[in-house]
T-cell receptor
């Protein structure tokens, strides 16, 4: 069975600095998708960034980028120029490319932004 | 475009009582998901609908949980009778299609319902 592990329950970063959130996953499949979701106190889950496993190039969305290491099964999220609005729970998630398969979420990392 | 709507936002009940949650997905979205998010954990899929048919309910505790999606639009999730361990946030999400690629399968989440069972 696939699993997603986030080893950092909480992290803090100074405003305007850069922070990296870690995620590892376990799967025997070769084709899959990885996601980072943000969940602010409002509880609404928001997709931050996604990566297709068949793509070697790391995904980037404005201040958010990932470091995808397929062999190591590692998928970290880097947030540059951290802003107060980035404070939230961040969930790493995995989904097989097989049709109908479900998304599996990690336990999350709570990110605090220090002014 | 209106997002996924859920109600109520909060609910407090005593154990052994029943409760129902309602979800209205984004217009035109064929697929609807119900997740349970226990405090300190990531969301866990309970049930997945494609139109009004069930695609996956393998993690739904069927002895007490039930869900339906009449006419392939709105959905209701019910718990009867509730247990203390059912205290959680219940998230509803929808996606345009149930496809193999991430573009067609991007899930949009509602604000959730926080259930407290005392």
């Amino acid at each position: 069975a696939q699993t997603v592990t986030q080893s950092q329950p909480e992290m803090s970063v100074q405003e305007a600095e850069t922070v990296t959130l870690s995620c590892t996953y376990d799967t025997s499949e070769s084709d899959y998708y990885l996601f980072w979701y943000k969940q602010p106190p409002s509880r609404q889950m928001i997709l931050v960034i996604r990566q297709e496993a068949y793509k070697q190039q790391n995904a980037t969305e404005n201040r958010f980028s990932v470091n995808f290491q397929k062999a190591a099964k590692s998928f970290s999220l880097k947030i540059s120029d951290s802003q107060l609005g980035d404070a939230a729970m961040y969930f790493c998630a995995y989904r097989s490319a097989r049709r109908d398969d479900k998304i599996i979420f990690g336990k999350g990392t709570r990110l605090h932004i220090l002014p | 475009e209106a997002g996924v709507a859920q109600s109520p936002r909060y609910k407090i009940i005593e154990k052994r009582q029943s409760v129902a949650f309602w979800c209205n997905p984004i217009s035109g979205h064929a697929t609807l998901y119900w997740y349970q998010q226990i405090l300190g954990q990531g969301p866990k899929l309970l049930i997945q609908f494609q139109n009004n048919g069930v695609v996956d309910d393998s993690q739904l505790p069927k002895d007490r949980f039930s869900a339906e999606r009449l006419k392939g639009v709105d959905s209701t999730l019910k718990i009867q009778p509730a247990k203390l361990e059912d205290s959680a946030v219940y998230l509803c999400a929808s996606s345009l299609v149930l496809a193999g690629g991430p573009m067609g399968n991007e899930q949009y989440f509602g604000p959730g319902t926080r259930l407290t069972v005392t």
